[in-house]
């Protein structure tokens, strides 16, 4: 077993990851279509559209509706007055909270690495209230660059002690964008199985897979890499 001689730094995805937003994210974009006059989405849909941000977001949801594209920036606009505080339907993981206070009382240095904008981030992270739990959160606009390239991970990580580009750490996310950006940081990921990946396990790099936050402690453990 690989054990860690020292907590390393471990970064969390959000969205699909720590959290199942995509019903809040789904009664936003459809109380947006509905202004526009536009037949709604189903929660299949939308959650499909869910882990590139809300730019391309809003780009999947005009292709699969009747929406002209030179209306996005006004769509995203709407949105995001909605986004900013859609929290009543968004729920933890089971056993996130559990995981992260073992992980913290560990001393493992824990961060967020999100493509979600920071806004809605801490909004979500304050209403669980887990905001103390990580020292730095890096959403999809604290950067010009966005998941799956590897600067906002390695910026995430930097800020907790790592080396900036070639850190010693963790990064635990559910789609193939964290996965992307994992290796792009060449940093192992562990993947949970339950968020909004698009295609099946076995097509995606990782170095564990898990479907239950019960376990992450002991697999942070064994999959931490040492210095």
Not at 80 to 91: I, K, N, P
Not at 92 to 118: F, S, W
Not at 162 to 184: I, K
Not at 206 to 219: E, G
Request: charged share 20%.
């Amino acid at each position: 077993m690989n054990t860690c001689l020292a907590p390393c730094p471990v970064v969390f995805d959000l969205d699909g990851t720590l959290i199942d937003s995509a019903p809040d994210i789904h009664a936003a974009v459809n109380a947006v279509l509905r202004l526009n006059k536009t037949a709604p989405l189903t929660l299949d849909q939308v959650r499909s559209f869910i882990g590139g941000g809300v730019d391309l977001l809003w780009r999947r949801v005009i292709a699969a509706t009747s929406l002209p594209l030179e209306a996005h920036r006004d769509l995203v606009a709407s949105f995001m007055t909605r986004y900013h505080q859609a929290t009543a339907l968004t729920r933890l993981y089971p056993h996130v909270p559990e995981a992260l206070g073992q992980l913290a009382d560990r001393g493992y240095p824990l961060g967020i690495c999100t493509n979600k904008p920071m806004g809605p981030t801490r909004a979500i992270l304050d209403h669980f209230g887990i905001s103390g739990l990580f020292s730095i959160v890096i959403g999809g606009d604290s950067l010009p660059q966005r998941k799956p390239d590897p600067a906002p991970l390695h910026a995430a990580f930097a800020a907790l002690g790592a080396h900036p580009q070639q850190p010693r750490g963790l990064y635990v996310g559910d789609s193939e964008f964290d996965a992307e950006c994992a290796e792009n940081a060449n940093v192992p990921f562990l993947l949970y199985t339950r968020g909004y990946r698009k295609g099946a396990i076995e097509q995606m790099r990782f170095a564990q897979h898990f479907d239950d936050y019960a376990t992450l402690p002991l697999l942070v453990e064994e999959n931490c890499p040492v210095a």
